[in-house]
C-alpha cells in the first residue's frame, strides 16, 4: 500500500511534516538487474563490522550493534518470522542443504539479504540476539554443501533460548553440516563465519575455521569482531580434538603449546575485495567503542554513533547495507531492536521493534519482485538519499530533521519501556510498520 493513501495513528516520527519533492537521478546498479563486475567478483561475500557493549559500561543491559558490509547492489530486507510447531521428521531447507528441522522454532526478526534464506543479524523474542562475518582461512573449503554463515545466524535465533544455548545449537549444527561460503563466478574462493551472539547477561563469540572452531564468553566490558580471526588461545570452548587436528594437519607445532586458533587458521582476504586490513580495522572499531563507553554509561544512541563512524559509505566495492542495534534488558524491561532496512546508516534512519503477540510489520521493508529487489522503503529512500548527501541546503535540513527525529524516538521507546505494563503490549504491535510509513511521508 502508497502510504501516500494511508492516514493512520503512527508511532515516534508522526510528528506533522511536509512533503518532499526534487526527482533526482541515480547512478546506483539497480539490484536483480544486470551487475558491475564488482557486484560479479564479490557475489555472497558478506562483510561486517559487530560490536557488543556489557556492564560496567551499560546500564542493566546488553547492547548489540552490527553493519552489513556487502555489494552495493545488495539490499538489506527486514522480515519477520512467526514462531511455529512442527511434526518429527519435518525438514527444512537452506541455502544448499536440507535438515531436519526442530518441533519449534522461535518468533525473529531478522535483516537478511533479499532473495536469500539466512540472515546477516537479527533477534528473537527469548532475548538472544546474533550476527556474523565473513573470515577467510586456512581451512575455507570449496567442497561439498554445507551451512552457510547466513543459514547458521537463522537457525541460532530460530533454536536458541540464550546466548549460551545458541553456542551449543551453532556449534552442533557445524560438527554435524559443516559451514561456509563461496564468492565469485570465475574463480570461487571460500570463506569461513565468525559469530557474535548475545543474551541479557553475556556474549559469545564462536570463530571457525571449516569444521573446526573455538568459542569466547564474554560477561563483561566489550568486544569488537571484524572480518578476521581474533581469538588466540583464550577460548573457553573448543571443537573436539582441535589441538590434535591442529598438529595432525600441519597447521600447529605441539611445541608451542595450546594452539593459538587465529594464527594457527587465520588468512589474509583476496585483495580484490577493495576492504582494509581487517585486524587494523577490528582495532579501530575496539578502541572508539572503548572510548565511548569509557565516557559513561553507554546508551542506544552510542552505538548509532558507532555503526555511522565504522559504516562503508564511499567504496564502489563494498557498502554499509543495512544495520542493526539491539538492547537486552537485565532489569525486567522489554527488549529493543532497531533496524535501518536501507543503506547508509548516516543517511539511514534506525526504526524500532518490539516482539509482542500479534506482530505485523508490514512490507514497507520486504522485496517483493525478484526481478527487481528494492522494497518501498529502500525506493523512497534511494531518492532521499541522493538529496541528503548532495550538501545542498535542502538535502542538510531534511538529513538533519530525520536524525532529529529518530532521536526523539529513543527517547519515547526508553519512555515507554520504563513505564511499561503487559496491558499495553498490544500498542507495538505495528510499530515498526507506522514508523516505516511515516519515514516514507518525510521523503515524498
Known sequence: MDPREENSQTHCLSIEHSSRSGETKTTRPIPGTSPSLAAIILHNIKMADIFVALTPFTKDCVIFGKNANQPPTDVQQVIYCAGADYTTGSKVKTTMLEIDQVSRTHACVLSQTAGSWGAEMGANDQGVCAGYTSVFTKLSSLEGNMLTPSDLTRLILERSGSAKSAVLTVTSLIDQNGQGGRFGVDNPRPYCGVFLIADRDEAWVVECAGKSWVAKQ????????????????????????????????????????????????????????GCTNPTERRSTGSDLLKNIANQGSFSTKDMFEILRKMAIEDSRLLQTTGSHVTILSSAGLPDRHWFTGTPCPSLSVFKPFMFSDNVDIGDYTRSLSKDDKRHVLYKYHEKARELMASGSPKGEALSQLMRSLEGKCVVEMDEFCQQFSVENISDVDELFKDICESEIKFYL
Open 218 to 273: 564474554i560477561t563483561e566490558g566489550t568486544c569488537t569482531i571484524s572480518n578476521s580471526l581474533s581469538i588466540s588461545t583464550d577460548y573457553t570452548m573448543t571443537s573436539s580434538n582441535l589441538q590434535e587436528q591442529s598438529v595432525t594437519s600441519g597447521h600447529w607445532s605441539s611445541e608451542k603449546g595450546p594452539v593459538d586458533f587465529a594464527v594457527a587458521f587465520g588468512d589474509d582476504p583476496p585483495t580484490e575485495i
